[in-house]
């Protein structure tokens, strides 16, 4: 269910990437996204990386690339994550985010997600 509803949110141009004037954005599209990541002011908004390419450096580099971004304008950068996304959670913490106790409910799923944060 995720992977269908990412597919149709990104495929083309996200609403949100038409709608934001201050984000940076990296994909390479195809039939299907290969990696995919969107930076909002002081937030890592979106970074996919397919489960077939998971593993090669791909995720790591992008989410070096924002958070260089980030640093240039920001004292700190946030994200959410699917709380029950352990996977997610440890590739995050591997580049110091740690939980700072905000929680909300995603509305295009329904999961509870926890916002992390890292000092730049």
Known sequence: MLLAYWRCTVVGTPAWLRRSAHNVARARFSAVVRRFIGVLPSEVASLYVLPERRGGGIGTTLLSAALDELRSHSAHATLWVFTDNHPARAFYAKSGF???????????TGLEEIRLRVEL
């Not at 740690?98 to 295009?108: E, F």
């Open 98 to 108: 740690t939980p700072d106790g905000a929680t909300q409910t995603d509305s295009g």
